[in-house]
């Protein structure tokens, strides 16, 4: 039983120990100590957080306050030269330690609700290799699925047993990636074993998001098992994430 939720968690795999990936460089005050507040108000907390700033105008220590550190005692935060979005989450990545069994990414300006995290857990115990969440756009009300009209996500007919909003993928990697082209980097939770060395390639930083997906479909590639939350459980940020 997940004591901050109440919803049982009976599981046929072990509950993961999840890490999480932060790729921090901002101009604007405060939106790093808002990921971080929404990390501590996860129901199903992770073992270990590591920012990575990626030399910030914005150093990241300027949002992290002695009340996030006590709440976050596995946080781990790391200053780099410039380098990029990629290697920033690729430092991140090798940052994490030998306990972490899952991997799951949140971008400086994004943050998740309080669910984000159990969600994910609990499709991973469920035999999940990759999961992912339906998200809403900061300053909006309607969430990114039902925006875009994918309504091969929305009528998925194998949903997770006493977990209804958590669903399985069924068609092919190629119709979910290239079709649909859902996930976004900040609902993303995939067990670690799947990919243990798994980076993002720096030489495809010149077009958007293009690091992002190539990660995806390397990962979605070796899943047995995809599964997603057809509820909301993060928010994106307009601020955006610098790269230089």
């Not at 150093?59 to 780099?80: D, F, K, M, S, Y």
């Not at 309504?151 to 949903?159: S, Y």
Request: net charge neutral; proline share 7%; charged share 20%.
């Amino acid at each position: 039983m997940d004591a901050g939720s109440g919803i049982l968690m009976s599981t046929s795999a072990a509950l993961p120990r999840i890490g999480v990936v932060i790729p921090y460089f901002q101009r604007q005050a405060g939106l790093l100590h808002r990921a971080l507040s929404s990390i501590c108000a996860q129901e199903y907390p992770p073992v270990q957080v590591v920012v990575v700033d990626d030399g910030s105008p914005r150093a990241a220590a300027e949002e992290i306050t002695a009340t996030l550190r006590t709440a976050l005692p596995g946080l781990t935060v790391i200053r780099q030269a410039n380098q990029g979005v990629a290697a920033a989450r690729n430092r991140a990545l090798d940052a994490l330690g030998e306990e972490v069994t899952a991997i799951a990414f949140l971008d400086s300006d994004d943050y998740w609700e309080p669910a984000h995290l159990r969600t994910a857990a609990v499709a991973l115990s469920r035999g999940a290799d990759f999961f992912f969440a339906n998200q809403r756009i900061e300053g909006t009300t309607t969430d990114c699925f039902r925006k875009q009209a994918r309504r091969d996500l929305q009528g998925n007919p194998r949903p997770v047993p006493e977990a209804p909003e958590i669903v399985q993928w069924p068609g092919s990697v190629a119709r979910l990636v290239i079709v649909n082209n859902p996930i976004g980097t900040s609902s993303v939770v995939f067990r670690r074993g799947l990919m243990p060395q798994v980076r993002f390639p720096r030489t495809l930083r010149a077009a958007a998001s293009a690091e992002d997906i190539w990660v995806w479909w390397a990962l979605l590639v070796r899943s047995s098992i995809i599964m997603y939350c057809l509820e909301p459980t993060g928010t994106y940020g307009t601020a955006g994430v610098g790269l230089y």
